[in-house]
């Protein structure tokens, strides 16, 4: 496991702190040469999240040692006939999808996606080079009950289409609060884009988040309805869904009635009174009617804000 401190070198450039963890990666802080401020992403096999210790509070503090309860760290789903099965990566696996998101990245650029400098070697392992985006994350915004401004969702989404128009990124498909940094003047950045390999049967995604386990645009209008409502309610709406039966071509009575349950939850006005009508007809379309895509999405954030 490599766990890097304060003062310490990767290649040329000098850590100053430990950022945060992904489902198989840590990234740290650190200046190079010339004392700019960079993130480091160093891939390693502890990093799922049901296999980490979680620390007995929610903070704001990250460590190498644990994870916040309300943080959720991605996990390695791997897709067979018979079902997916959430499990460990191994060593090679890693650097293979770590250096796969360097070049997603590399060739993604959008000045709402985080951008990848560079990958260097240590070891023969890769060691992703990253714009440091100064700000918080949505997941902090939300603990500090701070305004959550639904602009920042309707760039995300606008983003998203004119990536997947120009066929530089066809999905995100791990956007959470944690993947989404706020910056100081208010524009929106998204990182950890979901690690997907050349085969189409692994990804890592976060299950709450894309509670389908889908590789399309889709899981991202999903990921935003779960935000959305989690962000309304104060929970989330599929706390307790049966994964094992997502993301199956075929099944039978019992594979369908379980995934009838992806879609039953309670509706945020049941939880939250003040929630508007129009914002949770988006909550439910985001959440339940598979043809409701990104383009349906913009057109219903925008004409909520109109008339808000």
Same mark, same amino acid.
């Given at each position: 496991?490599?766990?890097?401190?304060?003062?310490?070198?990767?290649?040329?450039?000098?850590?100053?702190?430990?950022?945060?963890?992904?489902?198989?990666?840590?990234?740290?802080?650190?200046?190079?040469?010339?004392?700019?401020?960079?993130?480091?992403?160093?891939?390693?096999?502890?990093?799922?999240?049901?296999?980490?210790?979680?620390?007995?509070?929610?903070?704001?503090?990250?460590?190498?040692?644990?994870?916040?309860?309300?943080?959720?760290?991605?996990?390695?789903?791997?897709?067979?006939?018979?079902?997916?099965?959430?499990?460990?990566?191994?060593?090679?696996?890693?650097?293979?999808?770590?250096?796969?998101?360097?070049?997603?990245?590399?060739?993604?650029? *959008?000045?709402?996606?985080?951008?990848?400098?560079?990958?260097?070697?240590?070891?023969?392992?890769?060691?992703?080079?990253?714009?440091?985006?100064?700000?918080?994350?949505?997941?902090?915004?939300?603990?500090?009950?701070?305004?959550?401004?639904?602009?920042?969702?309707?760039?995300?989404?606008?983003?998203?289409?004119?990536?997947?128009?120009?066929?530089?990124?066809?999905? *995100?498909?791990?956007?959470?609060?944690?993947?989404?940094?706020?910056?100081?003047?208010?524009?929106?950045?998204?990182?950890?884009?979901?690690?997907?390999?050349?085969?189409?049967?692994? $990804?890592?995604?976060?299950?709450?988040?894309?509670?389908? &386990?889908?590789?399309?645009?889709?899981?991202?209008?999903?990921?935003?309805?779960?935000?959305?409502?989690?962000?309304?309610?104060?929970?989330?709406?599929?706390?307790?869904?049966?994964?094992?039966?997502?993301?199956?071509?075929?099944?039978?009575?019992?594979?369908?009635?379980?995934?009838?349950?992806?879609?039953?939850?309670?509706?945020?006005?049941?939880?939250?009174?003040?929630?508007?009508?129009?914002?949770?007809? $988006?909550?439910?379309?985001?959440?339940?009617?598979?043809?409701?895509? &990104?383009?349906? &999405?913009?057109?219903?954030?925008?004409?909520?804000?109109?008339?808000?």
């Amino acid at each position: 496991m490599i766990k890097l401190q304060a003062g310490e070198y990767l290649g040329s450039f000098r850590v100053q702190k430990f950022l945060g963890r992904g489902g198989f990666a840590y990234v740290y802080q650190a200046e190079d040469s010339q004392g700019r401020k960079v993130a480091l992403k160093v891939g390693d096999v502890a990093g799922g999240g049901r296999y980490v210790t979680r620390f007995v509070e929610i903070t704001d503090e990250r460590s190498q040692e644990w994870i916040s309860p309300d943080e959720t760290p991605g996990e390695a789903v791997f897709f067979r006939p018979d079902g997916v099965r959430i499990d460990f990566l191994d060593m090679h696996e890693i650097d293979l999808m770590m250096r796969a998101e360097a070049t997603l990245l590399e060739k993604a650029q *959008h000045q709402n996606l985080v951008k990848t400098r560079d990958v260097f070697e240590i070891e023969g392992r890769p060691v992703i080079v990253m714009d440091y985006v100064r700000g918080k994350t949505l997941r902090e915004k939300i603990r500090a009950l701070e305004g959550i401004r639904l602009n920042w969702f309707l760039a995300i989404v606008r983003a998203l289409q004119k990536l997947n128009e120009t066929g530089k990124l066809e999905y *995100h498909g791990d956007l959470k609060p944690e993947n989404i940094i706020v910056k100081p003047s208010g524009s929106v950045v998204m990182i950890d884009p979901a690690l997907r390999a050349n085969k189409s049967n692994l $990804i890592s995604t976060t299950p709450h988040y894309n509670p389908l &386990l889908l590789r399309s645009p889709k899981a991202d209008v999903m990921g935003i309805g779960v935000m959305l409502y989690e962000i309304l309610t104060g929970t989330l709406p599929f706390d307790e869904v049966p994964w094992q039966y997502a993301g199956r071509e075929h099944g039978g009575e019992v594979e369908r009635l379980s995934l009838s349950f992806f879609l039953s939850y309670p509706p945020p006005r049941n939880l939250n009174p003040n929630t508007p009508e129009a914002l949770e007809r $988006i909550v439910y379309r985001a959440l339940t009617v598979m043809d409701y895509g &990104l383009a349906e &999405l913009e057109n219903d954030l925008v004409d909520f804000l109109r008339k808000d």
